[in-house]
């Protein structure tokens, strides 16, 4: 789990603010995933990479952005937040030719106000 | 469409006694099933899974079954402890092309009364 990591932590914006979280992990896992938790909807993908410079959305893609120049790096731009983007994010890893199995980051919880 | 759904969304038991939650999805062709738990203000951290070509899995208290006809598998946990409160969530994979991603049902709260 140390493998993966994620910032900020917490972070507090307004409304409008462009916000980026940085996820970052050292296994060179080919796959990334950006998920939102918010309560009552469980874990909801956002984006996904399968590789570097290959990205595909997810269930909730609208108001974010992503990027993947680099193995190891796979940042969630917020470009014009919105109150209704106030949620925990994970950002999560897996290599399927491991088993598939997704290694979660410590989450940063975003307020936008 | 991709649908994973997950029965009960909370769920209480006695410590000692099984619990057991279920899952449906959507996708005759996902063929991995994961299980994570997550205790309160942490990371999901995966428990148990398994791939199709499996029926059961079991590891120490907790199993899963899987029924692939039917499309749905179960996450079985046995002499409940206190520390097995939290949140439960399963998962099955979808593929888009050549690619695959994970879709999470939303939880069930499970509380172990001690």
């Known amino acids: 789990d140390a493998g993966i990591t994620q910032s900020p932590r917490y972070k507090i914006t307004e409304t409008g603010r462009q916000v980026t979280l940085m996820c970052h992990q050292t296994?060179?896992?080919?796959?990334m995933f950006w998920y939102r938790q918010d309560l009552g909807h469980g874990l909801r993908l956002i984006y996904y990479?399968?590789?570097?410079?290959?990205?595909d959305k997810g269930e909730v893609p609208d108001g974010y952005v992503v990027s993947r120049s680099k193995t190891e790096n796979f940042p969630l731009t917020l470009e014009s937040a919105t109150r209704s983007q106030t949620s925990v994010y994970f950002c999560?890893?897996?290599?399927?030719?491991?088993?598939?199995?997704?290694?979660f980051g410590p989450g940063t919880r975003l307020t936008v106000l | 469409g991709e649908n994973v759904e997950q029965h009960p969304s909370t769920l209480s038991v006695q410590e000692g006694d099984s619990a057991v939650i279920k899952c449906t999805y959507s996708?005759?062709?996902?063929?991995?099933f994961p299980w994570y738990k997550q205790e309160l203000g942490k990371r999901p951290q995966l428990i148990i899974d398994?791939?199709?070509?499996?029926g059961e899995k079991k590891d120490q208290r907790i199993a899963v079954t899987l029924n692939k006809t039917a499309k749905h598998f179960s996450l079985h946990i046995t002499e409940t402890q206190p520390e097995d409160s939290a949140v439960y969530f399963c998962?099955?994979?979808?593929?888009?092309?050549?690619?695959?991603?994970?879709?999470f049902g939303s939880g069930t709260r499970l509380l172990v009364r001690p």
């Open positions: 999560a890893s897996s290599e399927p030719q491991q088993g598939n199995t997704q290694y």
């Open positions: 998962a099955a994979t979808f593929s888009v092309d050549s690619s695959y991603k994970l879709i």
């Open positions: 296994w060179s896992h080919s796959y």
């Open positions: 996708d005759s062709a996902s063929n991995y």
């Open positions: 398994i791939r199709s070509n499996v």
């Open positions: 990479s399968a590789a570097a410079d290959i990205t």
